[in-house]
């Protein structure tokens, strides 16, 4: 039984341009460019600043402790000297439900909102940040839930049996194909129902000018609010391509040949087995107390098993049900590619920074072998194999981007591509997404990356990154360690520039948090 359900990637696309009024002739006859804005802070020229990273923060407090305002508390100290927050997604848990905005982000987060001292006021669509968090969407944040559960009517034993246990975190609402996220941060256009109405506010706060026309103003203390589902800004001389991978994360289909047959009943035994697990987890919870504290924390641990088995059986879903070539969201792909090439081509660009939740690079035990871990990789890899193509030596022998920042894995990781005999040879890449949710495991095959090369004779396969950093879950029963983490990074003048990358860590230890100390590192 799936606990929640997705949307499909054209109605994803369909909904995100209706709530921005994607085109619109107001829009359009004001030169307006929906996927660009210029924080207003009075700093953004300065090519020396900080910022911070966040992701996959947006959880409840677990029994006895919050590890998401432990991870807030940590950034604290830096609020001041960071410009803002690149936040890669899931911002809320387990489905991007606008009832537990207040709690799951608007309370811990406190700080970084205009009027944050009475954060129980603050409504979910109406924040404003003084120091602006810049969020990407997550697959969670796009999460809704099965029509009512079906429990209510007593259809379905394992969804009757999660509901019997404290605050599942599922919500009554689900987040209506990606609305409650959208009505969090983006300019939410679709609210105005007049023209006159849509003009004023044009005119009021897309008065920034760019090579691409007007845009929004995003100010610090007064409106921020991102123009569209992806985006781009530029700060201190660097590139920030905001990107939302849940459009072009769909798995290829399997080959309609031996190989693929058996890889589709590979499938289906291994969706027979995790659905076993599942039945197995639930009769343990019936065993134990909630109200006992140590049977609570086992408890809590059997629910977020819970919620990776229905993560594995999505991507197995996707899998099997892809008869055709994947629904991508070309055209997302293709302003990338096309804002990445103007790019190399502005003499006032020094670097260029990518953000999205999909690693397309991870060790994290559940993510590697995800089949959207895959169709992340090639098609971030076609968009820069075009760029490369276009650009010839313009790049002078730099990578596309300088650095990658990604979530959905629940650790932080640092991972560096090898000469993977494509544009993404050469790449920094900082997984931050443990900022909230419950930490998982590095992957027992070890940091070294291979991928298969079928079509090259002699090389079937190749490393194509080296993890060169892993901070998640370690250790067993009472020696386990829950480390929960967000990163500083220090931008250096120059070109190229160099990123100075702070690790924040908090670990929870035998009912204690415990600051783990970490050095910094030069990318």
Request: proline share 6%; charged share 25%; net charge neutral.
């Amino acid at each position: 039984m799936k606990f929640i359900s997705e949307p499909s990637i054209p109605v994803k696309i369909q909904k995100m341009k209706e709530r921005v009024h994607w085109g619109n002739a107001s829009i359009v006859q004001r030169g307006i460019d929906q996927t660009c804005m210029v924080i207003d802070d009075g700093n953004s020229d300065n090519p020396e600043f900080s910022f911070m990273v966040i992701g996959d923060s947006g959880t409840k407090s677990y029994y006895q402790h919050h590890p998401q305002r432990q991870v807030a508390e940590l950034m604290l100290p830096h609020q001041e000297e960071c410009s803002f927050v690149l936040h890669t997604g899931d911002v809320i848990y387990i489905v991007g439900s606008h009832e537990y905005y207040p709690r799951n982000f608007i309370e811990p987060y406190r700080e970084f909102i205009k009027g944050g001292q009475n954060y129980k006021r603050i409504l979910y669509d109406r924040m404003v940040f003084k120091t602006p968090i810049l969020p990407v969407l997550g697959n969670h944040d796009y999460y809704d839930v099965p029509l009512m559960y079906r429990l209510l009517a007593g259809s379905t034993l394992p969804l009757r049996r999660l509901f019997r246990y404290k605050d599942i975190e599922i919500g009554w609402h689900g987040s209506y194909q990606g609305d409650a996220y959208a009505r969090a941060f983006l300019d939410y256009l679709k609210a105005f129902h007049s023209r006159e109405q849509l003009e004023f506010h044009l005119d009021e706060h897309y008065t920034a000018k760019t090579d691409t026309g007007r845009c929004l103003r995003y100010e610090p203390g007064r409106f921020t609010r991102l123009p569209n589902r992806y985006y781009t800004f530029r700060y201190g001389g660097i590139d920030f391509f905001a990107l939302d991978s849940n459009t072009f994360n769909a798995p290829s289909p399997l080959p309609a040949t031996k190989e693929g047959e058996s890889s589709r009943r590979q499938l289906e035994k291994r969706r027979h087995e995790i659905e076993n697990e599942e039945i197995q987890i639930l009769e343990a919870c019936d065993r134990l107390n909630p109200d006992n504290p140590e049977e609570a924390e086992r408890l809590d641990a059997l629910k977020a098993k819970l919620y990776q088995i229905d993560e594995v059986k999505i991507d197995i879903e996707k899998q099997l049900t892809s008869h055709h070539e994947p629904a991508t969201d070309f055209e997302q792909l293709e302003w990338f590619k096309q804002r990445l090439i103007a790019s190399w081509h502005s003499q006032e660009v020094r670097g260029r920074v990518v953000y999205f939740h999909h690693p397309p690079y991870v060790t994290e035990a559940s993510k590697w072998h995800q089949a959207q871990t895959l169709a992340v990789r090639r098609r971030l890899r076609w968009v820069f194999d075009s760029v490369a193509q276009t650009l010839g030596s313009a790049t002078q022998g730099r990578p596309i981007v300088d650095l990658i920042l990604n979530g959905h894995a629940h650790c932080l990781e640092y991972l560096r591509t090898a000469d993977t005999g494509y544009a993404d040879s050469h790449l920094n890449c900082i997984v931050c997404g443990g900022s909230g949710r419950r930490p998982r495991r590095q992957r027992e095959e070890g940091t070294e990356l291979m991928e298969t090369f079928e079509y090259l004779e002699g090389s079937p396969i190749r490393k194509i990154a080296d993890s060169l950093l892993f901070v998640g879950r370690n250790g067993y029963d009472i020696f386990k360690r829950l480390p929960y983490s967000c990163v500083r990074i220090d931008v250096r003048g120059g070109t190229p520039p160099k990123f100075v990358v702070k690790p924040l860590v908090a670990e929870w230890f035998q009912g204690e948090w415990f600051n783990k100390v970490m050095e910094p590192f030069e990318i």
